[in-house]
């Protein structure tokens, strides 16, 4: 008898055309309705109806009702890590289309992954933290965390960051996500997402309407090269 857990379970309902669209879509943290789910994957409402049925009993995804509708979010933040993990080693997307070519690049240039910066963006910013000695590599658990000195502590709370956890909370604080379209590491956990709310609170950074796409500011394009020295 085999022991070990049976991946082929969640290899399956990710291997579709569909319901990999849908997990792609919901990667920025939003619920969305079947509607728009269904047309963002060009399938009828029933087939994508029958598709995240699939998807929350496999505990991929989340439901909740309001109303008539149902909107849809990622179960949980593992699952997004691992969808980006699996694109960042999937062979490239055949670009067909001007438009396919523009959402590319900019998805590309910065987007949201579940709550965090990611793209050329939110790569420049998690190196720019190291390289300040903001953040340090954790020695015990390399593939997963990094590990906030006291000269970061008192650099985010002087950019207006708070890192507060509830008692017994194992939320992450600063964790390695790797990077689909860089293949280099950005910063998610609480860590970034305290500083996509900051940054969104600056107005240095514009989340896309209907997008994950994030628009950088002429005063973000400043300020980022100030405070960080990136320049964009």
Request: hydrophobic share 40%; glycine share 8%.
């Amino acid at each position: 008898m085999n022991a070990y857990p049976n991946i082929t379970v969640i290899a399956s309902l990710i291997a579709d055309t569909s319901r990999s669209i849908f997990l792609s879509a919901l990667l920025d943290g939003r619920a969305l309705p079947a509607g728009e789910l269904a047309y963002m994957a060009a399938v009828s409402p029933q087939t994508a109806s029958n598709h995240l049925a699939k998807l929350v009993t496999g505990g991929l995804l989340e439901v909740e009702q309001q109303g008539r509708h149902r909107y849809y979010r990622l179960a949980n933040e593992d699952i997004a890590d691992l969808i980006e993990k699996m694109a960042s080693i999937a062979p490239p997307a055949q670009i067909r289309s001007l438009k396919q070519s523009n959402q590319l690049q900019q998805l590309s240039y910065a987007r949201t992954c579940y709550g965090h910066l990611a793209g050329k963006l939110g790569v420049l910013l998690c190196e720019a933290l190291l390289k300040r000695g903001y953040l340090v590599e954790h020695k015990e658990v390399q593939d997963k965390d990094y590990l906030i000195t006291e000269k970061g502590l008192q650099w985010f709370s002087s950019f207006g960051i708070k890192l507060q956890l509830k008692p017994g909370s194992r939320r992450a604080i600063a964790r390695k996500c790797l990077d689909w379209s860089e293949r280099r590491h950005h910063l998610s956990g609480l860590l970034g997402e305290q500083l996509v709310h900051r940054l969104l609170e600056l107005d240095w950074i514009r989340q896309k309407t209907g997008s994950r796409s994030v628009e950088v500011t002429e005063a973000g394009k400043s300020g980022l090269y100030e405070l960080l020295g990136i320049s964009l």
